[in-house]
Nanobody
Framework: QVQLAESGGGLLQAGGSLTLSCAAT????????VGWFRQAPGKEREFVAA????????RYTDSVKGRFTISRDNAKNLVRLQMNSLKPEDTAVYYC????????????????????WGQGTQVTVSS
């Protein structure tokens, strides 16, 4: 099975940028859709962005459209989340998840669709 590890979190001011990485080991990431989710204290884990196994299909939650970009490099077993114009409400622990899927499948925005998860990385945006 695939193991995931997030990195790149940190503390920054509103308006700043950050790039999160999700690195996979154990199996090739190319057979998985990958999603980014976040969880703020006292709240449920929520969908942020996802990318299909080939990278051809992406989806975003409305609150991050135009600010966040998800991308992947299957040769490096890596998925990135570029986050620009960060806001205090983006503060959360960010998790990446992997879902085994076909090349033509659109990535899911549901937590339950992802079987494999990383340990999370904290992003804190101050006002």
């Amino acid at each position: 099975q695939v193991q995931l590890a997030e990195s790149g979190g940190g503390l920054l001011q509103a308006g700043g940028s950050l790039t999160l990485s999700c690195a996979a080991t154990g199996r090739t990431l190319s057979i998985y859709s990958v999603g980014w989710f976040r969880q703020a204290p006292g709240k449920e884990r929520e969908f942020v962005a996802a990318i299909s196994s080939s990278g051809g299909i992406t989806r975003y939650t409305d609150s991050v459209k135009g600010r966040f970009t998800i991308s992947r490099d299957n040769a490096k077993n890596l998925v990135r989340l570029q986050m620009n114009s960060l806001k205090p409400e983006d503060t959360a622990v960010y998790y990446c998840g992997a879902s085994f899927s076909s090349v033509t499948s659109a990535p899911s925005g549901l937590v339950g669709a992802y079987a494999y998860w990383g340990q999370g990385t904290q992003v804190t945006v101050s006002s």
